[in-house]
Each structure stands twice: as structure tokens, then as C-alpha cells.
């Protein structure tokens, strides 16, 4: 494994698959590796391996997946993440060139409370970008189909566990609070400054290096209210289907400087520049993605607060009304 020097990292056996949200399996049979690589037909192919050796990729409820806003559902009883011990409190935070990505890794005092209640401890973030070839963007998630620049996670497990490990196979276990990252000319964005200015310092897979006093808080959009949120799976092998997604709807700001940092900083274990990790969008299937924000001008029909949808549901028996229950009854 090659996350070295992960101060909160909790106690697991070496080839455990706990950053598999994070980075392609290389199956330690020293099978095949898995890369994420998506431009090259090399790369496309490897994508579609998974399912062979990782059935779960092949599922029903994979991610990551594009983001229509004319076929969300709006929910307007969705309440704001509550996000706690997100702002700086101290500490050291240790980064690392995992040879798939970037890595960050997060203590437990950060929690993430979901609007059913279920509360969601942190582990780790991390960062999926683009940049094979000159402007070529890596956000996982799209929006009506636009691939954004890039894309963080911040990967949580359900309080309900006792570890991380324990949670990843667990069918609730997991929940990514993501934020796609969006470019803009000169705009450069102070709050990711140190971090961008560390990533030379682990240009070399398996390279650490500590941030401190981290504020993960000024690190997402300015509106962390609005978001996307429907149940899918890790984006990389073994994509076990056990995340609950919440998508941010405000993107993170990058410099187009910083964007370009972020996607030639890092080599790969081939001493190639990392480029390319996201992997494609996944079918929706009989999914439904709910917001909590309206879109304007093509909002669908809400749902109705809880009193009138029992009264509706009641119309509908009385009447055998053909009406779906989250319809108004007229
Ligand atoms: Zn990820």
C-alpha cells in the first residue's frame, strides 16, 4: 500500500481495499492493473473489464452518473447537510501521491449528517481530474451531460460502525459528499493555495506530506446547501453499491493555472503524469436523483409536503383515481 505516514488512518491489513474509492485494484495476484484511464481505447477497455473480476461494477446502481436537471426530483423536506468539525480546528492532515490520485486524509472529528438523520464520519479526500491531452476536462459527475474540470470526494462510513473497514462492505456504509471544480481565468482560489503549492512535493507515488491547520470548509463552494443526492457505488473496482451521494450544486472554483497544477503535478507508478482518473458515466436505471434546490426555468413538480400527500394518497383510494400519490389531486 502506499499510504504512508496517514496519521488518522485507522489499523488494516496490508492490500486492504480501503482507498478503493480512490484508486483502480491492482489485484494483489499481480493480475492485470485496473486503470481508470478513459481517452484511450486501452483505457476505455479497462473500464469495461471490471465487471469480470468485480461483479458489483456490472450492477444496477453504479456511479458516477449524469446529473439531468430536467428528470431530478425536487424535495423540498431534503434538509442541509449538517457538516461538523469541517472548519479549522489545528491538526495535521497527511497527503499523499497514493499513485492514483491525491489523497488527503481526514480526521474523525469531521462528520457529515445526512437530512434522515444518519450521521457519517470522515476518512479521506480525494481528487479526480482530466488532462490527458490540453483542456481536456475529468469531472466524474456531469451536469445535463458537461464534464466539469475535476471533481473532489470526501469520502465518509456511518457512524453506525466501528471502522471504516467494517462500513465499506456494509449495504449503508458509506456516503461521498463530492464537489465538481470549475475554472475561471485569474480567479485564483486562496483557500486550495497550499495544497496546490504541496503537490510538487509529492510528485512521486508513495510520497507524503503533511498540511496543517487545514480548513476543509473554505475548501467547498461558498453554498454547500444545494445539492444532488441519489445511491450509488465507488467509482472505482470493487464499485460496491453501498454510497449514498451527495453532490454539491455549486461548483468549487479553480484558477485555470491551478487547474492545470492539479492535472500534471503527480506521476503514476509508470512515472507517467497521472491523467485521465474518472471514470465514465454510469446508467441510471429506475434510479431517481432528488435535489433540494429548484431548477429554474424547468423545475418538475415537487414533491407535496407529507400532510398532502396522505391526503392525496387517501383521494386516490376513494376515488381509484388513476393519480400517482405525489401528484395534486386535480
Ligand atoms: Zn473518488
Known amino acids: 500500500m502506499t499510504e504512508t505516514g496517514e496519521e488518522f488512518k485507522a489499523p488494516q491489513t496490508a492490500g486492504s481495499p480501503e482507498t478503493t474509492l480512490t484508486m483502480p485494484l491492482f489485484p494483489p495476484s499481480g493480475g492485470q492493473a485496473l486503470l481508470s484511464r478513459t481517452q484511450t481505447s486501452e483505457g476505455a477497455l479497462d473500464q469495461t ?15 458516477p452518473i449524469d446529473l439531468q436537471r430536467r428528470n431530478v426530483q425536487y424535495n423540498p423536506s431534503l434538509k442541509a447537510l449538517k457538516l461538523t468539525g469541517y472548519k479549522s480546528q489545528g491538526g495535521q492532515f497527511p497527503m499523499t501521491n497514493n499513485g492514483h490520485t491525491v489523497q488527503i486524509s481526514l480526521p474523525p472529528t469531521m462528520r457529515m449528517t445526512a437530512a434522515d438523520g ?50 465499506q462492505s456494509a449495504p449503508d456504509g458509506l456516503a461521498v459528499l463530492a464537489a465538481l471544480i470549475k475554472v475561471e481565468d485569474y480567479g485564483e482560489n486562496t483557500y486550495y493555495g497550499t495544497f496546490i503549492s504541496q503537490l510538487n512535493n509529492i510528485r512521486y507515488p508513495g510520497q507524503s506530506t503533511v498540511l496543517s491547520d487545514l480548513d476543509i470548509r473554505d475548501m467547498l463552494p461558498e453554498n454547500v446547501h444545494h445539492y444532488y443526492s441519489y445511491k450509488g457505488s465507488l467509482t472505482t473496482p470493487p464499485c460496491t453499491e453501498n454510497v449514498y451521494w451527495f453532490v454539491l450544486a455549486s461548483p468549487i472554483m479553480f484558477s485555470r493555472a491551478q487547474g492545470w497544477k492539479l492535472e500534471n503535478s503527480i506521476l503514476d507508478h509508470q512515472n507517467k503524469t497521472l491523467h485521465n482518473i474518472y471514470r465514465m458515466t454510469q446508467p441510471l436505471n429506475n434510479r431517481v436523483v432528488e435535489t433540494n434546490f429548484m431548477n429554474l426555468p424547468n423545475e418538475r413538480a415537487p414533491l407535496l409536503p407529507q400532510p398532502y400527500m396522505y391526503l392525496s394518497k387517501l383521494v386516490n383510494l376513494l376515488t ?7 401528484k395534486a389531486p386535480f
Open 49 to 63: 473489464r471490471w465487471s469480470k473480476e468485480y461483479p458489483s461494477c456490472g450492477g444496477r446502481r453504479q456511479s
Open 118 to 167: 444518519t450521521e457519517y464520519i470522515a476518512k479521506q479526500m480525494h481528487f479526480h481530474w482530466g488532462g490527458e491531452s490540453s483542456e481536456i476536462s475529468g469531472s466524474e459527475h456531469t451536469i445535463d451531460g458537461i464534464r466539469y474540470v475535476a471533481e473532489v470526494h470526501i469520502v465518509h462510513y456511518n457512524s453506525k460502525y466501528k471502522s471504516y473497514d467494517i462500513a
Open 320 to 326: 381509484r383515481s388513476p393519480l400517482p400519490p405525489t
